[in-house]
């Protein structure tokens, strides 16, 4: 069945003669008086795209609204369905045209690919009969091949009508800001036809093995260049990746397919698949979170048969690509050829996934959480990338796209003028000194941070070395990563903040200790108070990496001032441990995040006890408002310019004043061009902003009046508005600041 399959749609013919063939051909291995073909379209409906046994002028006059009918039931279900006494089915769609009457029984299978729905392909007999394991799979395993079918170019063309196709937004997150124009290009291409039916099992059992100890070794090799041979996330990732690459379990799943006839593409697709619907349906965040991973190498070993099998361009990306995917790791982002990779839209990911922390690092704007994206695009489709209001624009009119492109020339333009005066320290007009620094979590992150000329790191995130690996990292590991960064700042000052693991940052070794609410659970400084040793032996990795220079090391999360008390008793053990091993820093200055509303009304007592305190706005906002950050709906529900935030941080502002106690900011707030307004008006001398975002910020600073928005700050904060993020923009505008790059 699988090779008249095959020949059917590798024959030379238009798409339609070929998939009434296919249609055909199903029918007859199947013994069934109809098989029908439903393929999606791009307003999501289902369309009739070729039948054997309903009305020949049924054929694209027939669509299905999404989730309509049986074929909308089939679509929705992760695998086949078989339904009995069709009539009466409360699903049922009566579509006179079809004449479907006389057809009592229904099996229907999701064309999965990747994940996604591309159409749904269904028998029926007209004689009352139940389907038993043999028809079911032998109906999902050419659903399967159907599906890499409907994703070849020539198919979708003739289904999407593409001279007609609309224009689309699509929304998602900002997980890595900027502005972008290319064309769509995607992560996992059509498998070519001709390379979907094993013609000889034995031998592509062997293609298999050999593919996969290639994979191992490319791996091997990715971990011994020179810019991996240092600890850090790169390497903690790819060795995570090393490990579930020598998984025997998936690699016996593709095994089966090809013993069922699948080349051993064809079968290592049908296992990402079943893999991603079985991951997208899990409790788990971060079961959810490894989805990527699984992409990455079952993409990884996809791509070397089919290169293998003498198919050079399989994987080149066409120049000025905006990439779509369903979800990727960062390993795969960091091999792709950069040059030619201008965006990234993912339909799964949040702004602390692996693939964020690289996109940001290499300042690839990149928005994600864009659900169905990839049912709605085409490859070559012209896309506008507006990572910064987390958004897309699919095949823009003319006019929209001229408009873009001079947006991105004119940003361009202002990014260069603000590198060649941005240079030394920033002061507002009325001469008041204000520091930008930068955050970072990757050696990426800090050298970007240098090149902008940041005065220093004001937050290095040091829990990225724990994500994607099995363990926790050695002391050595740890040593040997923040020297590297010490190294690489060139003696500017850095404040290293302590693993702040949980919520959607929980590392392997921890991931059993989860809880139903994770971000209000077990995470950060609790962690570390109620593992002790863990804290001692990371404070003592940064003490070593400090030896006779300054330490500045901050603990995040803290609800209390007794926590606080706790951590510097550990802290103490560790300095005395290097101090007795001849590696004391010269000076250790000891920071808090605030994070958590308690600690705000302890604030004062809290921070007497500080020698700096960093604001964590993107927490400290959420739990304010009791409104998740990264949930979708949850997105408008708060604003950091509202005047409940507002008033909040300035009562943290007047409570460090009178403690004596440098304060920064380091959220998202510090790098929104308003925020950071907003942040001097309130009284700020210190913020800590995105890498990329220090140019802009310091040009902001230095066009601003402190007096000026004081006043404007301090009469919008008692403002009964949901938020007074309007009122700053027109500010801004009148005194000609500049708000983008």
Known sequence: MLRAVRDAVGHPAPAPVRLAKVVDVIAKVLRADVCSLYLRQRDGAMALAATHGLRAEAVFSTRLAPGE??????????????????????????RPETGEDAYSTFLGAPLLRSGIVGGVLVIQHVADRSYDDDDIEALAIVASLMAEVAADPDFLAFVANDENAPTARIAGIRISPGLSIGVAAMRDPPLPIQRMVAEDIPFEIKRLESAV??????????????????????????????????????????RKGVEQGMTAEVAARRVQTEARVRLRRAPSAYLRERLADLDDLAGRLVRGLALEAGEPDFAELPKQSILFAHAMGPAELLELDRSRIVGLVLEEGSLSSHVAVVARALSIPAIA????????????DQIILDADHAQALLRPAAQVLSTFKASAAARSARKASYANTGHGPAHTRDGHRISIMANAGLLLDVETAINEDAEGIGLFRTELSFLGRSGLPTLDEQIALYSEVRRISGGRPIAFRTFDHGGDKTPAALINHREANPALGWRAIRIALDLPDSLREQLYALAVAAANDDLNVMFPMVAEVDEIR?????????????????????????GVAIETPSLVWQGERALRRMDFATVGTNDLLQFTFAADRDGVRMNDRYDSLSPPALSMLRHIVRAARRAG?????????????????????????????????????????????????????????????HSVRSQIHEFAVSHGLPLEE
């Open 566 to 590: 706790q951590a510097r008793a550990i802290l103490g053990v560790a300095l005395n441990q290097a101090a007795s091993d001849g590696k004391a820093p010269r000076r250790v200055n000891v």
């Open 369 to 380: 959480g864009v659900p169905g994206a990839l049912s709605i695009v085409q490859p070559g």
């Open 661 to 721: 106690t440098p304060l920064s900011v380091c959220g998202e707030m510090a790098s929104d061009p308003l925020g950071a307004i907003a942040l001097a008006g309130l009284g700020i001398k210190n913020l800590s902003v995105s890498p990329s975002s220090v140019s802009l910020i310091k040009e902001i600073v230095r066009n601003l009046d402190t007096t000026t928005v004081k006043k404007l700050i301090d009469e919008l904060i008692d403002s009964e508005e």
């Open 213 to 254: 100890e290639r994979m191992l070794g490319e791996l091997d090799n990715l971990l011994s260049t020179p810019d991996l041979q240092t600890s850090g996330e790169h390497r903690d990732v790819l060795e995570a990746f090393r490990l579930a690459a020598s998984d025997d379990a998936w690699i016996r799943r593709i």
């Open 69 to 94: 009918g049986l074929v909308g039931l089939a679509a929705a279900a992760t695998g086949p369905i078989a339904i009995q006494d069709v009539q009466n089915h409360p699903s049922f769609a009566y």
